[in-house]
């Protein structure tokens, strides 16, 4: 048994564990900290509410309300609470009377908090109350004094026709105040008067209604309250205004005291007499002060009491959630009631298994049972889940290999060279030494910081390049390296080494005039593309040339390497025809087209074409007519070459039929000659008669679990129960051979446009030089152009806007295209070359993954 | 300085810095992850290099310029901004 590697998949074992019934739970939590088992459902056909463990769960869902009811409490108070993380992680499980204890107290809490609170909204809502009714006392005395003096008019109005305006602007009626002064009751004259307070936004509603229901026949006063009055249930600030309506009759009194209230008004109690209101006053004002002491009292108790629940309360989070998944575990197991023992069946990698049995035995001697757990491995013809073992550097990774699918369980899992392929395509469309700085930078700091970082609050954007820092950080460093061979640092160029050129100035040199450049004599510049081509009139057909033929030898090198993968599948998996069908005629068909162009652009870079006299010849026609004109070199590379390329193309062609026709045909071939000795695949099933099969079913449906039915607890024991699941396909010619003729059609055709994708790598890495040289122009460079004490502000500014631009758009908008660049090639261009696919991810059952999950709020 | 020599001595060294990254890298269970990220890298990195190093080998256009100062061949240079 070798190590588990990134390279496959682990190695997986289907486990079957006998727990003895008292340590289930003990058991579960165990293993749940350990967090590297996937246990199966063995009540499938259970539903939720009639699984063994129910009860504890709806308990336990209780106590978990509770504790969310203390945090939005806690919450709404701004009460600080402890941080998950003061907290030591990796808590032990708490006994049965621990969690007990904890269900009891939260319950005790519970119903003292809510008293608490319900006290504190009671006597909120009074004070909100006895303030509004002072509010009414206050502007009602008003208009008491202002209406006394106009009784008159008010009667005049009442008594007028129905189109008298008397719903008046209090203004109005201000101007005739204070004339009268004659003490006339309302109640002489048979006027009534409602008082209360309205929401604001509801004012011109209820004017108008009172106004159509009662025809006009009232006169209202209203006045705004200038604070904002707070809803204690809502917790919300409203605005309220005072209203006095007055009208005559007790009937219209009664409507409009029915409107005020289905519009939300609250109606108070005021006298007409004004001395009564000043005691009115008074005493409403007695009454605020002995309930704001009050208040004050309850709300200091609750924000103790919350206090000290806030001290604690996201460690009995923890504790409860962990319980709820063992108990939600436990309901996976069946129970064994001849032998009292809980049975599991779980995966788990193979590597683990001695950690696993180490671990129970633990458990067990702790509860001292004599009964020890057993642990069964089961052959099985399941297919195991994929579990790819992860650290944090190359969880990101294998995170972009995951998004596009799941391995097949053991097969070569790509995740392992895109560590380094992904962040270097990257780096062929991002090359620029100063943009990699930049990104290598930021990626070392959040690394750096990756503690305080990871427990603070993400935003979204931020979190997506925190999670991916190590895919960054590789990203900025090949970033750095191409952009030393490009020669970029912020588009301006990098003279490390002396330059293979030197300008040669005619006789009569006067600026303006072009200047070409001479090589020196027998020296090429050693690093990187020569920072003499930095500016020049051509630097554009010479870096363009350049690029795209390292974008065709970068895109053959990486379809290469990825085709080889699926002759490593091909191995692995013991299918010689995938070999001889799939992966030799693939590798001969691409080799003898794009290996072929790959070796023309790398011989004709070697020949030195001016020395030896003969024009260089063009290789993208060369590529076009070795196909349309087979056999005919306008301009020949070397000689022989038409004869090799006919001998090319028709290798190449006769690798089609071949892989159209071989691996189905060998197929066919193979299946004949199993069925023809008699064996048959497993689980295959063949009717003989309909009483038969239903005769399986009702067995099947009887038990369920035919491996316990038969109590033959033997680890050998072959489970076949499920075999109906899908897992095992029958034969079929022509499905194989339509996948077949699929495969073919789409290799043959994606070898070129597969290879032509890669011709990205060049256009965004011309498109990233062109902008940073355009932004370089636009900005900075102006700033040159002043002196004295102008040029420093100049530079100051332009460099700010220069920097802002460089970090927002060549760094992050540009980063964010070339990355999703690389991901497309990755997943398209790369992995369709030998990826499989189809596997089932391993889920294990682990409190850290669960509580990563669920307490992401409580940071 | 550098000539066609080049390419064979850096596919020697290469080849050297992934014998001894393949040997080197640390024992444990992130021993494949070493060998496969020094390796690629190496090889890569290499790629990338041969490449820009075998297209400027037998240069087909030569850099053209119109806009030099007569002073910038080595002569004196006027002070003042140089960018």
Same mark, same amino acid.
């Given at each position: 048994m070798g190590k588990d590697t990134l390279f496959r998949s682990a190695d997986m074992t289907l486990t079957q564990l006998y727990v003895a019934n008292e340590i289930g739970r003990e058991v579960v939590s165990a293993l749940g900290e350990l967090g590297s088992m996937q246990f199966r459902d063995l009540n499938p056909d259970t539903s939720a509410f009639q699984r063994t463990f129910t009860q504890e769960i709806r308990r336990l869902d209780n106590v978990e309300r509770q504790l969310n009811y203390f945090r939005s409490q806690i919450e709404k108070n701004d009460i600080p609470m402890r941080s998950l993380?003061?907290?030591? #992680?990796?808590? =032990?499980a708490p006994s049965a009377t621990e969690i007990d204890e904890l269900a009891d107290r939260s319950q005790g809490l519970e119903q003292r908090v809510q008293s608490l609170n319900e006290s504190y909204e009671t006597l909120k809502k009074r004070e909100t109350e006895l303030t509004e009714w002072r509010w009414v006392l206050r502007e009602a005395g008003g208009f008491f004094d202002h209406a006394r003096g106009q009784t008159e008019e008010i009667r005049q109005s009442i008594d007028s026709s129905d189109d008298a305006p008397l719903l008046r602007d209090v203004e109005n009626a201000n101007g005739s105040a204070e004339q009268g002064g004659h003490q006339q009751s309302f109640s002489v004259m048979n006027i009534g008067f409602v008082a209360g307070v309205i929401p604001r936004e509801r004012m011109a509603a209820f004017e108008r209604i009172l106004w159509r229901t009662l025809r006009g026949n009232l006169y209202m006063n209203q006045s705004e309250i200038p604070d904002a009055i707070i809803d204690p249930e809502k917790n919300e600030e409203i605005h309220k205004n005072v209203f006095v309506i007055f009208a005559h009759g007790k009937e219209i009194i009664a409507k409009i005291r029915k409107i005020s209230e289905s519009l939300g008004a609250d109606i108070y109690n005021v006298d007409e007499n004004s001395e009564l209101r000043r005691d009115q006053i008074h005493e409403v004002n007695s009454r605020l002060q002995d309930l704001s002491n009050v208040l004050g009292n309850t709300k200091r108790t609750l924000d103790a009491e919350l206090t000290q629940i806030g001290r604690s309360l996201a460690a009995w989070m923890i504790v409860i959630k962990k319980e709820k998944s063992v108990y939600q575990t436990l309901n996976r197991f069946s129970y064994d009631p001849a032998r009292k023992t809980l049975v599991a069946e779980a995966w788990c990698p193979t590597n683990s298994l001695g950690l696993i049995k180490s671990t129970l035995q633990d458990v067990n001697d702790r509860a001292g049972l004599t009964v020890p757990t057993i642990v069964n491995q089961i052959e099985t013809s399941k297919t195991p889940p994929t579990y790819n073992k992860t650290n944090k550097f190359t969880l990101g990774f294998q995170t972009i290999i995951d998004a596009y699918g799941t391995a097949k369980y053991t097969e070569v899992n790509p995740g392992l060279p895109t560590i380094v392929t992904f962040p270097f395509l990257f780096a062929v469309m991002f090359g620029d030494f100063g943009h990699g700085f930049i990104m290598a930078l930021a990626a070392a700091a959040m690394i750096y910081w990756e503690k305080p970082l990871a427990r603070g609050k993400q935003d979204e954007l931020f979190g997506m390049a925190f999670y991916g820092r190590y895919i960054m950080l590789m990203m900025g460093v090949f970033s750095m390296y191409t952009g030393l061979i490009y020669c970029d640092a912020f588009s301006k160029e990098l003279s490390l080494f002396p330059s293979m050129w030197e300008w040669e100035y005619p006789a009569d040199y006067k600026p303006g005039m072009k200047v070409e450049a001479k090589r020196v004599e027998g020296y090429t510049y050693p690093f990187g593309l020569d920072w003499r081509w930095h500016d020049t009139e051509n630097d554009l057909l010479f870096s363009n040339s350049y690029k795209m033929k390292l974008s065709i030898i970068m895109g053959w090198a990486h379809m290469t390497y990825s085709l080889l993968w699926s002759y490593v599948n091909a191995r692995h998996f013991k299918s010689p025809i995938d070999i001889f069908g799939n992966f030799i005629p693939g590798m001969i068909f691409f080799q003898s087209i794009f290996g072929y162009l790959v070796f023309c652009i790398i011989y004709k870079w070697s020949i030195d074409w001016y020395a030896i006299n003969q024009p260089p010849p063009g290789l993208l026609n060369m590529l076009i007519y070795m196909f349309?004109?087979?056999?005919?070199?306008?301009?020949?590379?070397?000689?022989g070459q038409g004869t090799l390329q006919v001998i090319l193309v028709l290798v190449a062609l006769v690798q089609v039929p071949i892989l159209l026709f071989l691996k189905p045909f060998y197929l066919r071939w193979e299946h004949n000659r199993a069925r023809a000795k008699g064996y048959r695949g497993i689980g295959e099933t063949t009717t003989v008669s309909a009483v038969d099969q239903a005769d399986d079913e009702h067995e099947a449906g009887a038990n369920g679990r035919p491996s316990f039915a038969d109590s033959d607890f033997d680890g050998g024991a072959m489970i076949t129960q499920d075999m109906n699941e899908g897992e095992h396909e029958e034969f079929e010619f022509s499905e194989v051979m339509i996948h077949q003729v699929i495969h073919t059609i789409e290799f043959c055709l994606n070898c070129v446009s597969h290879t032509a994708s890669y011709l990205r790598l060049w256009a965004l890495s011309l498109a990233h030089q062109q902008l940073s040289t355009v932004l370089w122009k636009m900005t900075l460079? #102006? =700033?040159? =152009?002043f002196s004295g004490i102008t040029g420093i502000i100049m530079i100051f500014i332009f460099f700010s806007v220069w920097f802002c631009l460089t970090i927002a758009v060549l760094v992050v908008m540009e980063g964010t295209s070339a990355m999703l660049h690389s991901l497309r090639l990755h997943w398209v261009e790369a992995m369709s070359k030998h990826f499989i696919g189809e596997g089932i991810p391993f889920e294990p059952f682990s409190f850290e993954a669960m509580l990563e999950d669920e307490m992401t709020e409580l940071k | 300085m550098a000539n066609g020599w080049s390419i064979i001595i850096s596919i020697i060294f290469v080849a050297a810095f992934s014998a001894v990254a393949w040997f080197a890298s640390p024992k444990g269970e992130n021993q494949t992850i070493w060998r496969s990220t020094l390796v690629l890298s190496a090889w890569s990195c290499w790629l990338m290099w041969a490449i820009t190093f075998l297209a400027q080998w037998h240069p087909l256009i030569v850099p053209e310029r119109t806009d030099l100062r007569s002073q910038y061949n080595g002569g004196p240079s006027p002070s003042g901004s140089r960018f």
């Open positions: 993380y003061e907290f030591d #992680n990796r808590m =032990a349309l004109k087979p056999g005919t070199v306008t301009e020949p590379l070397y000689s460079k #102006n =700033a040159f =152009a | -």
